[in-house]
T-cell receptor, first 113, second 112 residues
C-alpha cells in the first residue's frame, strides 16, 4: 500500500477483554516497530521486528502484551485482559532497513472502559 | 527522570514569528537526533534528521544539536498556521535502528 495502514482506527473495549491491533506496513519494508502514545506523553517504544523475528521485546510493558509478524508483512499486537492504563494510541511504523527513515501509521486509539 | 525532556507547551505565536522548540537529554550515547511533526489524529512524520553536533537547514526549518550541553533545538522561520501541530524530538544510539526515544512533544499553535 501507499503507507502504513493500521486497523481498527478506534477501539473501545471493556476492562478484562483481549484486543488485537493490526499493522500493515509499506510493501517491502523489512523492519516494523510498535510504539504507544499515552495522553500528553511522547511515544514509548514497545517492540520491533526484523523480518518475522523480534530481536528486542524489552519495551513490552507486561506479559499481557505480545506481538507477532507473519510473512514479513502484517503484524498484530495483542493485549490480554486489558486494563484502563492500557488506554493509549498504538502506533506502528515501518522502514526499508533498520537504519533508514521509519514511516508511521495513523495509529489505533484504544479506550478501555 | 525521563531520558528526553521537552516542554509540553502549548506555545502560541502569531503568523510570521520565529519559533524555537527545544529538548534536553541525559544519555550521552545518543548520536542521532530527529524532529517529528504530528498533526491531530495522525501519525508522526519526520521533519529533520541530524547526526551528532551542528546545524542543519531545510527551507524554513533549522535543527541544531549541542552535544556538550545535551540540548537540541528546532527553529521555524516565518511560521504559518499550517505549522500548528505537536513537535516531537527523538533520538537514538548507534546500532539501535529505529528504536527511538521520544520527548513528550510540544504543541505549537500559529495564529493568523
Amino acid at each position: 500500500g501507499a503507507g502504513v495502514s493500521q486497523s481498527p482506527s478506534n477501539k473501545v473495549t471493556e476492562k478484562g477483554k483481549d484486543v488485537e491491533l493490526r499493522c500493515d506496513p509499506i510493501s517491502g519494508h523489512t523492519a516494523l516497530y510498535w510504539y504507544r502514545q499515552s495522553l500528553g506523553q511522547g511515544l514509548e517504544f514497545l517492540i520491533y521486528f526484523q523480518g518475522n523475528s523480534a530481536p528486542d521485546k524489552s519495551g513490552l510493558p507486561s506479559d499481557r502484551f505480545s506481538a507477532e509478524r507473519t510473512g514479513g508483512s502484517v503484524s498484530t499486537l495483542t493485549i490480554q485482559r486489558t486494563q484502563q492504563e492500557d488506554s493509549a494510541v498504538y502506533l506502528c511504523a515501518s522502514s526499508l532497513g533498520t537504519e533508514l527513515e521509519a514511516f508511521f501509521g495513523q495509529g489505533t486509539r484504544l479506550t478501555v472502559v | 527522570q525521563k531520558e528526553v525532556e521537552q516542554d509540553p507547551g502549548p506555545l502560541s505565536v502569531p503568523e510570521g514569528a520565529i519559533v524555537s522548540l527545544n529538548c534536553t537529554y541525559s544519555n550521552s550515547a545518543f548520536q542521532y537526533f530527529m524532529w517529528y511533526r504530528q498533526y491531530s489524529r495522525k501519525g508522526p512524520e519526520l521533519l529533520m534528521y541530524t547526526y551528532s553536533s551542528g546545524n542543519k537547514e531545510d527551507g524554513r526549518f533549522t535543527a541544531q544539536v549541542d552535544k556538550s550541553s545535551k540540548y537540541i533545538s528546532l527553529f521555524i522561520r516565518d511560521s504559518q498556521p499550517s505549522d500548528s501541530a505537536t513537535y516531537l524530538c527523538a533520538m537514538k544510539r548507534p546500532g539501535a535502528g529505529n528504536m527511538l526515544t521520544f520527548g513528550g512533544g510540544t504543541r505549537l499553535m500559529v495564529k493568523p
